[in-house]
């Protein structure tokens, strides 16, 4: 904790004291200590904004909190009664997804996701990194929505809310078994991962590619190492997400480079660079989100980016509130993916200039929704008729 101290107090210069002052108190009595959160994003685990009792860590002096045990990985078994969710916001292009698993152990402090946990009862700091949910039932459940009369067939969209392909998929394989029933159905998908551990799944992907219905983002969010590291402790390298880009390109499946979120004043300078890569590794699509800091995300966020670069605290907290109608977030729709005012402005005409010097389409690439077949196999109630 010294060298964290010493940061602090580097950045208490008179310009930067209220902002900090008030990041300090929103983290006070919350944050814990670096060797039980060794290894993951949040520095904080505050109670669910749903719980009647908040909280707070102290020493008591009966017991060293160095006793207590260090965060480790939990999963849970979740059985839900269907398991696509359906949507109607205009900012996104697409009206359905899955998600195998609830909370996500890569740890990335932005992650928009953060906040659904509360939902569980649990935090969105800490708990939603090490306390996780898998839906081992989701593929028969996927296959029993897929035959029900009347279904139409639109793209369905994994990894838009936790990544499908976080570590514990390795033991799971609930994403696997899912790509296994939209195969067999002739179902057009689009993933979005920032693991390379999708390449374990190309002999499933290449094939549906081949017939016009499946498509992949990988998101790529610097090509700082330690940046990486920082801000996503768990999810794969900068470099690995690049060789995993190139794989599913060789392979014929269609790849986009994804820069979500582009952080003001942290990772907004590399632009460029990230598309530059993206492309060189074979990618022919581009995106971009703007940082999102819904709800708890805010104050978790901040507490991070203090205790990781408090030189440039209150520099990328203006910009971001420059976008946010002075806020730290606004979620009006039009608005929340990319921002608004000048500074928004920019980030997106560097973007869009990058993308057409580089040949990088910006609108996805169709896919087929015509030869979908309604699964027949097990777990589907036969019609009478």
């Given amino acids: 904790m010294r060298n ?54 102290f020493d008591d002096g009966w017991q060293t909190l160095e006793d207590m045990p260090e965060f480790r990985t939990e999963v849970q078994v979740e059985k839900p ?37 509360s939902y569980m009862g649990l935090s969105a700091g800490l708990d939603f990194e090490a306390k996780l949910f898998a839906k081992p039932d989701a593929a028969k459940l996927l296959e029993r929505e897929l035959a029900k009369p009347g279904y139409k067939p639109r793209v369905i969209a994994i990894g838009t809310n936790t990544d499908p392909y976080q570590p514990i998929e390795r033991e799971w394989r609930i994403m696997r078994q899912i790509l296994e029933v939209l195969a067999e159905a002739d179902h057009p998908v689009a993933i979005v991962t920032k693991s390379a551990l999708i390449r374990r799944d190309i002999d499933i992907l290449a094939p549906m590619a081949k017939k016009g219905l499946a498509k992949v983002g990988i998101s790529v969010t610097t090509l700082d190492r330690k940046l990486a590291r920082n801000m996503e402790p768990r999810a794969a390298t900068p470099e690995k997400r690049l060789e995993a880009v190139k794989a599913l390109t060789e392979a014929g499946i269609p790849v986009a480079v994804m820069m ?31 940082l999102r800091l819904p709800l708890e995300v805010s104050p978790l966020f901040r507490d991070w980016l203090l205790r990781n670069y408090p ?15 002075g806020k730290d977030y606004d979620a009006e729709f039009g608005k929340r993916m990319k921002g608004a005012g000048p500074y ?39 019609s009478l008729l």
């Avoid at 009664?81 to 996500?104: H, M, V, W």
Wanted: proline share 6%.
């Fill in 81 to 117: 009664r269907s398991i696509i969710t359906r949507n109607e916001s205009p900012d996104i292009p697409f009206d359905r997804s899955i998600n195998p698993y609830r909370g996500c152990e890569h740890g990335c402090i932005y992650c928009f996701a953060r906040p659904t946990h």
């Fill in 260 to 290: 979500a979120p582009v952080i003001p004043a942290l990772n907004d300078h590399e632009i460029e660079r990230i598309l530059e890569a993206g492309k060189a590794a074979g990618a022919t699509e581009a995106s971009y989100v703007l």
């Fill in 344 to 382: 928004a402005w920019q980030i997106g005409r560097r973007f869009e200039m990058a993308t057409k010097r580089l040949g990088l389409i910006r609108r996805g690439i169709h896919l087929r929704d015509d030869l979908f077949v309604p699964p027949g196999g097990a777990g589907v109630q036969l």
């Fill in 4 to 57: 964290h101290t010493l940061s602090w107090q580097a950045a208490f210069q008179p310009s930067h004291m209220p902002d900090i002052a008030n990041a300090l108190a929103d983290a006070s009595g919350l944050r814990i200590e670096i060797d039980r959160r060794r290894g993951r994003g949040a520095g904080l685990n505050p109670d669910g904004r749903f719980e009647t009792l908040q909280h707070e860590v």
């Fill in 311 to 325: 030189d440039r605290y209150r520099h990328v907290m203006s910009l971001v509130r420059s976008m946010r109608d």
